[in-house]
């Protein structure tokens, strides 16, 4: 059984040589012991910013540190192939937690979800039909209440989250303007995900000034992927009772120093509501996402795009990608297509 393990925890940026391969044996059959386990075979895992986080050592955090030597744990797609679980019999397919190796035991199936619908990729479980999808459809719809005409802005908006977060603000009828570190990325915002405009952000030093262009009379909703120097200036631009949902601050998980906002009694002054979430807070309402979100995709009313590594061997480096921009969408590992 192939793993990536973590080496040692980390301070300041991650490398690729924090996380090693490592082989051990295993039997592919649920312990005795392990009533209520599942065994799965992992086919695609995901690769999410928060993994980084659990790679340091923590504190009375949300989540906790990875175990040393151990193989990461994250999201996944993979297939039972054993189970003595009542709910899960050989042969079905599942995503939710797993572990970055071959095969896994997994002994806690409360984040455990059968995938009842095939006719599309398997490894959209990764992104838009998982946890991504569904921090991006309850983010926005229940965050930040949008109305038709809201102005809506939304950054690292190329990622598994914002692409769909400025698909749904488009279905709302907002007008919806993203940030991303790329030409190509913005050219995907325009192109393929129909945003309003867009702006890559590491050519506009003054991202004040980058906001009043776009945004003349002001933000009504911003979705945050990012927090720091951006939420800063966000907060200088926002309308009157503008709302802020506060998904991630990616621009914080890698570096030693975390940056001070400066800009936080604009709160006050413009009576703006910001709100932080965590997506297991919905997950009892998984399936009423599904029902929404499936019909769009089969009518092509939302798209999706992926970057897809192949192999185990490749998670780590596509995991440290997240932080230098390197991936184009929802960056999945393929660990085997069967
Ligand atoms: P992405 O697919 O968007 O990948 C991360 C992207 O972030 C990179 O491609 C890069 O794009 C951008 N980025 C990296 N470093 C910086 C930086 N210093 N400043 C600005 N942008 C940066 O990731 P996800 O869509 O999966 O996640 C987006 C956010 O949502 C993250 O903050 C994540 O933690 C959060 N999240 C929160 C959840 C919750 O429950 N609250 C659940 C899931 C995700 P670029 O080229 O544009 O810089």
Same mark, same amino acid.
Request: proline fraction near 5%; glycine fraction near 4%.
């Given at each position: 059984n192939k793993q990536i393990v973590l080496r040692a925890y980390v301070k300041g940026s991650a490398k690729q040589s924090d996380m090693i391969l490592k082989t051990s044996t295993i039997k592919l059959k649920v312990p005795e012991?392990?009533?209520g386990a599942v065994l799965v075979k992992n086919l695609y895992l995901s690769c999410d910013p928060y993994i980084r986080t659990r790679m340091s050592f923590l504190q009375g955090s949300y989540v906790d540190s990875f175990t040393l030597a151990s193989p990461i744990q994250g999201y996944g797609v993979g297939r039972v192939v054993?189970?003595?679980?009542?709910n899960f019999k050989k042969g079905d397919l599942v995503w939710g937690m797993t572990a970055w190796e071959e095969y896994t035991l997994i002994?806690?199936?409360?984040?455990l979800f059968k995938?009842?619908?095939?006719?599309?990729?398997?490894? @959209? @479980?990764?992104g838009l039909l998982g946890m991504p999808g569904a921090t991006a459809y309850f983010g926005f719809y229940e965050i930040c209440s949008p109305k038709q005409g809201e102005t809506v802005f939304i950054s690292a908006a190329s990622g598994a989250v914002g692409q769909l977060v400025g698909q749904f603000a488009k279905l709302s009828g907002c007008y919806v303007v993203g940030s991303a570190g790329s030409k190509d990325k913005v050219d995907l915002l325009k192109n393929?995900? *129909?945003?309003?405009d867009a702006f890559n952000y590491k050519e506009e030093p003054d991202f004040n000034a980058a906001l009043k262009r776009y945004f003349p009379n002001g933000i009504d909703i911003y979705f945050d992927n990012v927090g720091g120097k951006m939420l800063d200036a966000v907060l200088l631009n926002m309308r009157l009772h503008g709302r802020i949902?506060?998904? *991630?601050?990616?621009?914080? @998980?890698?570096?030693e120093e975390l940056e001070g906002v400066k800009n936080l009694f604009n709160i006050v002054t413009k009576r703006i509501r910001m709100e932080g979430f965590l997506v297991s807070d919905y997950y009892h309402l998984y399936s009423k996402f599904l029902d929404t979100v499936l019909p769009l995709v089969k009518d092509g009313k939302i798209t999706y795009v992926e970057d897809i590594s192949e192999g185990l061997e490749s998670a780590p480096s596509a995991l440290i990608g997240l932080f230098s921009g390197r991936n184009i969408g929802k960056q999945v590992v393929v660990v085997s297509r069967e």
């Open positions: 012991h392990c009533n054993d189970s003595s679980h009542p002994t806690s199936t409360e984040r995938v009842q619908h095939t006719d599309l990729p398997l490894s @959209y @479980y990764t393929k995900f *129909g945003f309003d949902s506060a998904c *991630g601050m990616i621009s914080q @998980y890698d570096v």
